[in-house]
């Protein structure tokens, strides 16, 4: 089978493997019918993550249909449509049974897909403890509008249900990008009073102008963000604050937009250490929530996918056979044609 794969530093490669065998009992092999790429591959692209093991098949973020299943798996059966996690974790040890299955102490816990073992961007993939790594897609979801569940999705998801919004709350969420929007539209789900976006790429603004007009998007660029936050929230500053742009300065921007008292979720992946300024925010009392996705959520996005609650099909803006998916890393890495997602057709 045909599969895109991590060499070395700089050089990804389709190229023909074996097709994905079961390994364990827990296991299932699903034929990948939509994968796409994600701003974490291009991390491993540029050498940026050093747990990437290179011949893995890179993609982590993919919908399929069940091809086989070992003997244990419960959940799924050959024949049946489904989404696949970011994220491994076995279902059993303790920090999956308190839902934190980032932290899985499985040898292949947290994000293994497509970083330590073969990933999605191929026909197969083999995917470790099925039950608790896949999630049936409802009859009347697409392919298109699952795509995004195991990742994007489910962190937006996550990172809206920690920052523990309410109805009252101005809400200020730093970057536009994918991942971005996606926890955009499930803080939309929370209805708090106020939706403020701080972003700086003009395409990814007027994307977010079009399609969520009710939310306020400030350019740092432009607007001095600590004043427009102010004067657009009931107590001197954003209630709730989401840093999910991951840049120089944002990290910085989100404690200092928030109320004292608030919360700053902290979603992005940082390339370099960030500063706590202790002594700056003192008497501010805020509290911190840290990354990475604890990604369990997957069977009740499905359901408000199948509800029309969530609907991230806009951002899927281009589509390429797997023959093709040179060009479309292209188009993704180098935001080439206002490009937000890419999907993979194998
Ligand atoms: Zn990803
Ligand atoms: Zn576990």
């Known amino acids: 089978m045909l599969a895109y794969t991590y060499k070395e530093k700089g050089k990804f490669v389709l190229e023909e493997k074996e097709k994905p065998q079961l390994c364990e009992e827990t296991d299932a092999i699903v034929r990948v019918t939509l994968a796409s790429i994600c701003s974490s591959d ?51 040890c303790f920090f999956c049974k308190n839902g934190y299955v980032n932290n899985c102490t499985d040898k292949n816990g947290g994000w293994a897909l497509g970083c330590r073992i073969d990933g999605g961007q191929a026909e197969y993939v083999r995917v470790p403890y099925a039950d608790q790594g896949l999630n049936l897609i409802p009859g009347t979801v697409t392919d298109e509008e699952a795509l995004l569940t195991g990742d994007v999705l489910a962190t937006g998801f996550w990172a809206a249900r920690i920052s523990e ?51 306020l998007v400030v350019n740092p660029e432009e607007t ?48 370099e250490n960030q500063i706590l300024p202790l002594p700056q925010m003192y008497g501010k009392n805020l509290i911190f929530k840290t990354g990475g996705v604890d990604g369990c959520d997957c069977d009740e996005i499905l359901k408000l996918i199948e509800e029309k609650k969530i609907d991230t099909t806009p951002l899927i803006t281009h589509t390429f056979s797997l023959k093709e998916i040179e060009k479309a890393y292209d188009i993704f890495e180098n935001r080439k044609e206002q490009v937000i997602k890419i999907a993979i057709q194998p």
Request: hydrophobic letters at 40%; aromatic letters at 4%; proline letters at 5%.
């Open 42 to 92: 291009i991390h491993i692209k540029h050498g940026a993550v050093p747990r990437a093991v290179p011949g893995i098949t890179v993609g982590h973020e993919m919908v399929g249909v069940v091809e086989t299943v070992g003997n244990k798996v419960t959940k799924v059966k050959p024949g049946d449509r489904v989404t696949v996690n970011v994220e491994t974790f076995c279902g059993e």
């Open 165 to 215: 919004i309410r109805e009252e709350d101005t809400v200020v969420i730093l970057g536009g990008g994918p991942t971005g929007i996606c926890t955009l539209l499930c803080v939309m789900l929370k209805s708090p009073k106020q939706i403020i976006l701080c972003e700086v790429d003009q395409e990814r603004i007027a994307f977010i102008k079009k399609h969520y007009p009710k939310v």
């Open 224 to 271: 001095d963000v600590e004043t427009f936050v102010k004067a657009h929230s009931d107590h001197g500053g954003a209630d709730r604050v989401l840093e999910v742009a991951g840049g120089s300065q944002t990290f910085d921007l989100a404690w200092k937009v928030a109320r004292p008292n608030g919360i700053v979720t902290i979603v992005a992946l940082y390339e």
